[in-house]
């Protein structure tokens, strides 16, 4: 069973930049459709992004488009999330998320009811 780590969280102010990371211990990354979802505190958690197993296909949430970039090594097992032009309320916890099932469907890919494995996720705090 993958397990699901991600880093690179902490403070940023408005209008810069952060890299998270998820790497995987347990199972090959590249096995995986992965997501990336945000949590901010009293809010449910909402889709960021996706990418194909081989990297080929993303997806993005229409507040991101433009300032996340989602990307990943399959070398080094491990999917980052680049996030420019950060906004206070991009301010949430975020977690990586893998997806065993087979094919792409962007629409299914917004769920988290799609996801098998889950991350614990790391705060981003952007100030203003």
């Known amino acids: 069973q993958v397990q699901l780590v991600e880093s690179g969280g902490g403070l940023a102010q408005t209008g810069g930049s952060l890299r998270l990371s998820c790497a995987s211990s347990g199972g090959t990354l590249n096995s995986y459709t992965m997501g990336w979802f945000c949590q901010a505190p009293g809010k449910e958690r909402e889709f960021v992004a996706a990418i194909s197993r081989s990297g080929g296909s993303t997806t993005y949430a229409d507040s991101v488009k433009g300032r996340f970039t989602i990307s990943r090594d399959n070398a080094k097992n491990t999917v980052y999330l680049q996030r420019n032009n950060l906004k206070p309320e991009d301010t949430a916890n975020y977690y990586c998320?893998?997806?065993?099932?087979?094919?792409?469907?962007?629409?299914?890919?917004?769920?988290?009811?799609?996801?098998?494995?889950w991350g614990q996720g790391t705060q981003v705090t952007v100030s203003s």
């Open positions: 998320a893998a997806d065993v099932h087979w094919g792409w469907n962007s629409r299914r890919l917004q769920l988290a009811d799609e996801y098998d494995y």
